[in-house]
């Protein structure tokens, strides 16, 4: 890919910002002004190229390849907008706020569960999240494992550069168990309000129909799991690094929404978000032709000096609204509320545990994986500090 009329000229205002790397071939965005600009762009979108939505046939079984991109693209436009309308009541603050009591009586629930030598994401946070989206859907324990099993499988598949057959296959069976459980899900008599947003999305005429219940269920349940999962491990890893944090959210000085607002400020599960040009466009002086890539690095984005005061500082007070970790424009995280209360509600369940939790080892004993898009923690061994000679009060 050749930039036309490169080098260009970048204005002193944006110096910094947004920046041609010419080994890498793509435009690099870092401060938050610009992250705002080209994440709202009409001209960029998720995926490279715009394509044409596969047949609308019932009957038809996308291949793994269309399904996944099928997610994300903004084409046509009109489409994009009207599935997400279908989507939103479920996860406004005050719709989430109402599952409140359900939910932390499930945390209650696996929290009392832990044995003395637990691994908290395993033991923990990922049992949480799945009784959390099965309630949400209405769905039996049967399917706990079955929903954990296809989430990891398509979000491993979101993480390859291409797909190769043993991933292609795991593809395919998600995309038929998942078609069979939203037809299940559609013919629920009182359904959840998430389920309802799905029936309404299937009969719209206009953009409707089983597939697209399919692929929306996907991608919120995909978006859903790891990035929860890993900001609840961060948060509480956070509690016993950062010093005087336990006993300032322990005896209320700092409330809990405000550690979890700055844990995914200063560590964004998704670190970058990727966009390509589908057509020539202008960003403040600066030409970005077609096919172009740009990534905006949301680690950078979060820690603009501009925006914010101590930029790399744990300051637990900042306003949650110049955070950018759950995106901005047309893809920002339906889930945003959601994912907050749920690791809220995860943290002051372990919080009032007796004998409480606490990690066990350095960084290097949790697991992290990290893609191009997503860092996944998948361990965080703890101990019940009573089996460490350390008495109940102790922090």
Known sequence: MKVSGHPITIPDSLRGGIAWDENANIWRIRRQANARIMLADPHLDVIPQAKPSPPSSEDRVPSAIEFLESWFSRSPRERHYAVKRHL??????????????????????????????????KDYFMPF???????????GEDQHSLLANVVNALSKALGMNSLDDRATRAVDACIRYLRTLVEHLLKIEDPPPTVRALRELAEDARVGGVWSSVSALSQLLTAGFHPTVTGAALAWRSLHEQPGLMTDVS??????????????????????????????????????????HVLVD?????????????PDDFVAKRDRGLSMSFG???????????????????????????PPVRPVGSDQTIGTVASGHLIVIKSLPCRRVADLGVTAGES
Do not use: K
């Open 298 to 310: 949301l680690r950078a984005v979060n820690r603009d000096p501009e925006v914010f005061d101590r």
């Open 328 to 354: 901005h424009g047309p893809h920002r995280c339906l889930g945003a509320a959601l994912a907050r209360l749920q690791i809220g509600i995860a943290l002051r369940a372990l919080l009032s545990l007796r």
């Open 88 to 121: 939103y009541r479920p996860y406004t603050e005050q719709s989430v706020l109402a599952l409140a009591e359900m939910f932390e009586s499930l945390a209650g629930d696996c929290a009392r569960a832990l044995a003395a030598e637990c691994d908290l994401v």
């Open 129 to 139: 999240w799945r009784r959390c989206a099965a309630r949400l859907l209405g769905v």
């Open 251 to 292: 005896t209320g000085r700092i409330e809990v929404s405000d550690l979890v607002n700055e844990v995914l400020r200063l560590h964004p599960p998704f670190p970058f978000a990727h966009r390509w040009a589908h057509t020539r466009c202008e960003c403040q002086g600066i030409t970005i032709e077609p096919a172009a």
